[in-house]
Every structure is written in structure tokens, then in C-alpha cells.
């Protein structure tokens, strides 16, 4: 099933990336747990590239190790948790920065002044005793920066994200709603105006209509603040109208890397198609919405061969003794799968356009 | 069996004072919220209702006193024909024991994690709910009927699950042992407040098919709250159920499912339909509200509630508060916009504010 891009419906990754210019490198890195009942390895030998100005969505469901991969890129896995490959920041100017390397004093400066992180408990990241004027100005305090322009930029940010700067400032996080704590947490994370967001679930306690005004927000203040983002979910529909490039997690490493298009029509691993298929939205026949069957792996307990053979319907000998590598199978569209053709042909996506438009038998 | 509604839900109103202090008593500063103003609705054997709306619109305190476990302020609820707070306060001439009514309408929480005890096992979490109403029961009949119902929803063997204590469990195991603890009861009607809503993605379409499979081995109802109306509409399509909408306490619009998602009259249904996903819908990118933010709910707005943030209010929104005008069979909708003949239609509009769509 093949179709052609032209007559899909744009969103996002139309957009040339210049994939010349990466702004953070990860290289074989792996995080791992010791647990009484062996090594739980919950980030396997990942490779990425973050462009500059680009947005990278990473998808998987919970467990699948996606947050540790956010996490390692601000070395903040926490104890007794062990980090070990390469992650390399490119400043705009001046010398690669190896992150895993840093001191105590450079990770500070780097994580808020370089890279940013918005985790996914906006309740519990704001002190409850203390106003969120505080929380800006300590904010800036400690990193040495002007103040006064300091608040003055915090207070545009905040009415960038449709907050009453005011009203907002003099309040505790316990007199703001989930989504105005969440957006004042945004503005926060960008008053030091860090190069790179790194956004771990924001939305996802949040009812749909602040998700979706959230992400439309988040795009107008990527074009404003010259943004790169990493937008981490597991929220497939919200991170295609949002990311201009897509990774696939499964199993604690990348199944499917790829543009946003190129995910939605072109599909190339069995887990990104099922996945896929499996998203209730309002159009499709509710008869064609698939459940994924079978059970998401352990950490513990290594997979021999492809880590999804088990739930995988096309999977045979080779899946279950050999491990695919990220093989190319398109221009910037990298899958690990021995089949990606068969998965194409014989893994349909039912609410896809095509479907919709003939006759359903 | 009797042609009463399981539940119903009779213009029902619950408030709640938001005084927190002493101090607050005295001087009078507390407020009250009204978090279900006004409300009528039935729930028939063997129906879903898929309730939705945002959060703090007052969705889980109507599901709750639809349930019996929250007294309404004004109004009654009853089943089967018995109003169920009479049967508590042993008021008039009682035909079902509110006993039997708490057993027959039950709950399954949002976060499965806490609803069961994490110091007890899975069997022994099953079995107290039996003991208590089935005290006739063997220990080995019970054990069996429990068994049975684990293996039913995919949990087998069951014998290896029944010893595990919930941290055991994933996510999804745990929310089908707490709907196999409400199943037990062989209840009328199950409250699932944002059920599958901490869930993985690709585990709520197999826990929705899951309850529908039991609905009809119980002959059950759902009431279905959720903030999503992909899954609303995914649980009350299957059932050939019905969607009913809440805004700040108010059921804004309810009917038959294809009919609130193919024409949704109310702007509030509309602007839901434009938050929900859909991976292969072209982006709008406007937000179809004025503000994103819900009003306070101890201060609604006057007139219709939503005037504050709709895109489509005029002057007479912010006057008059629409009724519940029908749009086609068994589908109502609390907007003006509804009724062709209304003044609306000569009113003039609120704010000069454009949207996406008025935009040339």
C-alpha cells in the first residue's frame, strides 16, 4: 500500500532538517538497574541525533525506557542507576561538550542554561510554599542572570502561553489549574533561554483540549525562542502534529526512526503499524481498531533475536535468533525489522485515508 | 422485571462548601461550588453512557451520586423505581433495601493501584466483597466463581495470579482484577470513572473490549466517564450507547453516539471534537477557544456557561440560559444555535474576537 505524499494531508515534518547540523549526539548509551533478580538494562545501546531547530517526538508506552533516555541527556539518572556511552552537546559556538563528563558546577550551568527538562508532574515541581515569582527569580539568582530583564522575559513568555503574567506570579502552584501550572512550568524551563527542551510527558495529566492547546503553543514559542525540542510521550496522535521527526521505542531501544510523514504513511516496523492501528480516534470503524496482543517485555529478562518477535505476526526463525539492526528502508527512514515490505503489505492500518475512501466490504 | 430505568437521575443538583478553616466560617468567605447544577438523566438495562468533559466540570461527582455514594443537594436519584436516598433514610415505604442498591451499583476507579489493598492478595481482595454478600457461599465456590472470572478476562491460570499481591501486577492486570471485584456483585450498573485512562495506549482498546465482553455475560450498564471522546466514543458506539457532554455541572449535550460525533450542535462538543486525536486529520491550527482555560467553578459564568470561552456567542448568551432544545431523536442540545427559529440567530455577536473559521 503505497501512498503518495502529495495528496496526504500536510502536518508536521514537511519541513527540510538540516541533518548536518546536529545539536546533541547520543552513542551507545545504555542505563541499567542492578536488581536482586538480575541486571534490568532499561535503555539498550541507543543511538540519536537531535538537528538543531528541529522537534524529535519519542514514542513508546510506559516502561519502555524513554524517560531514562531523556533523563541520560542531562546525566540526571538517578542512583543506583548506571550510565555509561556518549552523550555530546554542540553548543552554538565554542567546543563539543561531552555531558556524562561534567562536574558537579558545569552540569548546573549546562542543564538549565543548555538544556532544559519539563517533566510530566507539574504538581510536584513547583515548591507549594512558595509563590512562582519565587520560583522565577531564584531561578535566575542562582544561574547569575540580570533579574529584572530576567522577569520581564518570564512575564512575555508567560502571556505567550495565555497566562495573566500578574495574576499567575503572585500565586502558589496550589491556586493554578493542572494546565496553568503545566504552562507556568514551560515558561520556567525558558527563562534562562536554554538552546534545547527536553519535554518528558507534559501533557499527559491534562484533559485533551489543554493537550492540544498546549502543543499549538509549544510550536508558536519553538519558531519565537529558536527551539530545539525532544518531546518524550506516549501519546502517538498529540507527537504527529507536533514533531518534524519521530522515534519508535520498544523494548528499550529504537524500532523505527523516521519523519512524522513518513511514520504515518510509510511505516515500516510491525510495532509502529500496530501501534498505529490501534489508536481509537472519531472516524474509524470502531470494528477496525486493533489491540496489540501479546505482553510488553521485561527488563530483566533479555529477548534473544528481535525483541518483538513474541508479539510479532510475521516473525520466523531468523526473527527469534538474530537482532535486526536500524536498517535503512528509505530516505531517512530507518526500521529494524528483517520484513519491512511484508510488515507494509500485510500489517494494515485500517483508519488510514486510503481505507476511507472505497467501499468497505 | 420492571420498565423503571436501572438509574435515575432526576434534576439533580450537589454542592459543596469550600470553607476549609474556621476562619473561613466566620467571616463567611466560604464558597460554595456547585459541581452538578440541574441535572436529569436515565440509565437503561444493558446501556452505556459515555460521560465527558474536562476536568473539574463535575463528571466524577455525577457519576458518583448516580451511584448512591454522594447525596445530592437537590433532587433524586432512584433505581429501579425506589429512591435510593429514601431507601438509606428508611423514608416512605421502602421496595428495595438500600443495601441491595449499593450492591448493585458499583465503582471502578481511575488508578488501580490504590483501589486495592497493597498488603493483600489478590484472592483475598476478591473474596471479602463475596463473603460480605454471599456469606451462603462455600470457600471453594467461591474460590471457583473467582477463578472463573479472572480466567475470563485473560488472567490465566488464575491459580498463578490469585497469590500475587497487586505490586505483582502490571498496570492493566490490575485494573481487570478491580473490574472482575466489581463484577462479583453481579451488579446493574458499573461507574468506570476514567478507567483506562492510566493505562498504556495500546491496552485501552483491549480493557474496553474486555468490559463489553462481560456486559454481556452481567447484562450490565457502564456509565463511562472520560476526558477523551475517542474512547467515549469507542466504548458507547460498540454498546449502541449514548454520549452525554458536561460543562461547569451541566450536561450540554446528549444523544446517540454517530449523532454527537457526525453533527455535534453544541460549540462545547464541537471544540471537544477539534481537541481529540486523530493521526491522520490535518491540523487546525488554531485553538477553537477564546480562552483555554476553564472558568472557576465557584463563580460560573451567568446566562450560558460557556459564553466566556465560545466561539460562536452572542449577545443573547450572555442574557438568557438556553434549555435543552432536541436536534433530532433522543439528541438534545443546550445551545441556542440548536433551535433555527431562536433570536440568537438576530443577535448580535459577543466579541468581535475571529476565530479560525471566520477568518477569510
Known sequence: ?361 | MSSDPVVSVDDVTVEFDTSSSLFDYFTGSAETVRAVDGVSLDIEENDVVALIGESGCGKSTLGKTAIGAQRPTKGSISYRGQDIWDARDGKGDVSIPFNEIRRSLQIIHQDPGSALNPNQRVLTSLMLPLKKWESDLSYEERESRIHTLLEHVGMSPAEDFVNRFPHQLSGGEQQRVVLVRSLLMNPDLVLADEAISALDVSLRVEMMDMMLELQDVFDTSYLFISHDLSNARYIAEKADGRIAVMYLGQIVEVGPVDQIIENPQHPYTQVLKWATPDLYADPQEEVPVREVDIPDPTNPPEACRFHTRCPEAREVCADVDPEMYEAETAHYSRCFRTDETHDYWESEPLYDAVTAEDQP
Open chain 1, 1 to 361: 500500500m503505497s501512498i503518495e505524499t502529495e495528496d496526504a494531508p500536510r502536518g508536521r515534518g514537511d519541513e527540510p532538517i538540516d541533518r548536518g547540523d546536529p545539536i546533541v549526539e547520543i552513542r551507545d548509551l545504555e542505563v541499567s538497574f542492578d536488581l536482586s533478580r538480575g541486571q534490568s538494562k532499561v535503555v539498550r545501546n541507543v543511538d540519536m541525533d537531535l538537528y538543531r531547530h528541529e522537534t524529535l517526538g519519542v514514542v513508546g508506552e510506559s516502561g519502555s525506557g524513554k524517560s531514562m533516555l531523556a533523563m541520560s541527556m542531562l546525566d540526571a539518572v538517578v542512583e543506583p542507576g548506571r550510565v555509561s556511552g556518549e552523550v555530546t552537546y554542540y553548543p552554538r559556538d565554542g567546543e563539543p561538550i561531552s555531558v556524562l563528563d561534567l562536574g558537579p558546577d558545569e552540569l548546573r550551568k549546562f542543564r538549565w542554561e543548555e538544556v532544559a527538562m519539563v517533566f510530566q508532574g507539574a504538581m510536584s515541581s513547583f515548591n507549594p510554599v512558595t509563590s512562582i515569582r519565587t520560583h522565577f527569580k531564584e531561578t535566575l539568582q542562582d544561574h547569575d542572570y540580570d533579574v529584572k530583564a530576567g522577569m520581564e522575559r518570564a512575564e512575555n513568555i508567560l502571556e505567550e502561553l495565555y497566562l495573566d503574567p500578574d495574576r499567575v506570579m503572585d500565586a502558589y502552584s496550589h491556586e493554578l489549574s493542572g494546565g496553568m501550572k503545566q504552562r507556568a512550568l514551560i515558561a520556567l524551563s525558558l527563562v534562562l533561554e536554554p538552546e534545547v527542551l527536553v519535554l518528558d510527558e507534559p501533557t499527559a495529566a491534562l484533559d485533551l483540549l489543554m493537550q492540544r492547546s498546549i502543543v499549538s503553543l509549544l510550536r508558536n514559542i519553538q519558531e519565537e525562542f529558536d527551539l530545539t525540542m525532544l518531546f518524550i510521550t506516549h501519546d502517538l496522535p498529540l507527537l504527529t502534529k507536533l514533531a518534524d521527526r519521530m522515534a519508535v521505542m520498544y523494548a528499550f531501544d529504537f524500532v523505527e526512526v523516521a519523519g512524522t510523514q513518513d511514520i504515518l504513511y510509510n511505516a515500516s516496523h510491525p510495532y509502529t503499524r500496530a501501534l498505529l492501528g490501534t489508536t481509537p480516534d472519531l472516524e474509524t470503524d470502531v470494528e477496525d481498531i486493533r489491540k496489540i496482543e501479546g505482553s510488553k517485555p521485561d527488563p530483566v529478562q533479555h529477548i534473544s533475536g528481535c525483541s518483538y518477535h513474541p508479539r510479532c505476526p510475521l516473525a520466523d526463525e531468523q526473527c527469534s535468533a538474530t537482532e535486526p539492526d536500524l536498517f535503512d528502508v528509505g530516505e531517512h527512514h530507518r526500521a529494524s525489522c528483517f520484513y519491512p515490505e511484508a510488515a507494509q503489505e500485510k500489517i494494515v492500518i485500517r483508519n488510514q485515508p486510503t481505507d476511507r475512501g472505497g467501499v468497505d466490504e
